[in-house]
């Protein structure tokens, strides 16, 4: 399993929106939980969403709900974070991860994935 490549990072004004990608060999394959997590300087790195084997989604920020949409296309192998109305608090570097699993529960703690790509940073101004 290779380790999942983000892109899609930058800089932009509140309101305005970025769509992440992540590229990882295992998106599609219904064994593994793919997720999306944050870490702003000094805090913890956060659990964003998760992409469920199934293909269902859960997201773990109520912060993020209705402006975070995380989609996949199992052909290009590319799961997808479309950040729309982005605010000031979504400042932080934006990481993928994988994990394969038997069920279809993905957590949202940081230390139970061990496949990690090596982040894409967003930056909202206000």
């Known amino acids: 399993q290779r380790q999942p490549v983000e892109s899609g990072g930058g800089s932009v004004q509140a309101g305005e929106s970025l769509r992440l990608s992540c590229a990882a060999d295992v998106v599609g394959s219904g064994a593994h939980c793919m997720a999306w997590f944050r870490q702003a300087p000094g805090k913890e790195r956060e659990g964003v969403a998760a992409?469920?084997?199934?293909?269902?989604?859960?997201y773990f920020v109520d912060s993020v709900k209705g402006r975070f949409t995380v989609t996949h296309d199992s052909i290009k192998k590319i799961m997808y974070l479309q950040m729309d109305n982005l605010k000031p608090e979504d400042t932080a570097n934006y990481y993928c991860?994988?994990?394969?699993?038997?069920?279809?529960?993905?957590?949202?703690?940081?230390?139970?994935?061990?496949?990690w790509g090596q982040g894409t940073q967003v930056t909202v101004s206000s």
């Open positions: 992409l469920e084997p199934g293909g269902g989604v859960e």
């Open positions: 991860a994988s994990r394969p699993v038997g069920g279809t529960y993905c957590s949202n703690h940081h230390y139970w994935y061990n496949a």
